[in-house]
């Protein structure tokens, strides 16, 4: 069955959002497989958003990240990846639909509270990445 890696930001953490985040996903149906605390290393973090190494947010946005603490998850079920996007809503807030995730608990792009795999091979780059090569949950 499909998996997708769901992480919730430092910022969704310190606000105590870790709760909904997972009782969002439940309800909708999706089985929790994997889950831990963690304050990932620079590098993991700079590993993680590589495909962003030329924003010029980039820099903010693993200085932020690499913070922690994160919540990191891995969710299982059917069209998980896209679903799980869905849920979550746009990345800038001022597009996040009502409703969604984002659209309900952010204002900030910068402070958006929740990752989560944009295809399907970002999900098993970021599943190895964060929760051991295999992917063994
Ligand atoms: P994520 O990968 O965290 O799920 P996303 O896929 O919706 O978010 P990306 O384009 O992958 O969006 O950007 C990764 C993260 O970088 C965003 O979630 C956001 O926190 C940050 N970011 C994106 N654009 C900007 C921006 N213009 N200014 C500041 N931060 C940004
Ligand atoms: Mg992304």
Redesign the pocket.
């Given at each position: 069955s499909e998996r997708t890696f769901i992480a919730v930001?430092p910022d969704g953490v310190h606000r105590g959002l870790v709760g909904k985040v997972i009782q969002r996903f439940e309800d909708r149906g999706y089985k929790l497989v994997g889950l831990k605390q963690v304050v990932p290393s620079r590098d993991m973090t700079e590993e993680h958003?590589a495909?962003?190494s030329k924003?010029?947010?980039f820099k903010?946005?693993v200085d932020y990240m690499s913070q922690g603490p994160v919540v990191a998850m891995v969710w299982e079920g059917k069209d998980v990846i896209r679903q799980g996007?869905a849920m979550?809503g746009?990345?800038?807030p001022l597009e996040s639909a009502p409703g969604t995730i984002r659209g309900q608990y952010c204002i900030s792009?910068?402070?958006?509270i929740?990752?989560?795999?944009?295809s399907f091979e970002s999900a098993e780059k970021e599943i190895g990445l964060w929760f051991g090569k295999a992917g063994e949950l």
């Open positions: 930001k958003y495909d962003l924003k010029p947010f903010g946005l996007r979550i746009a990345t800038n792009v910068g402070r958006n929740i990752h989560g795999s944009d």
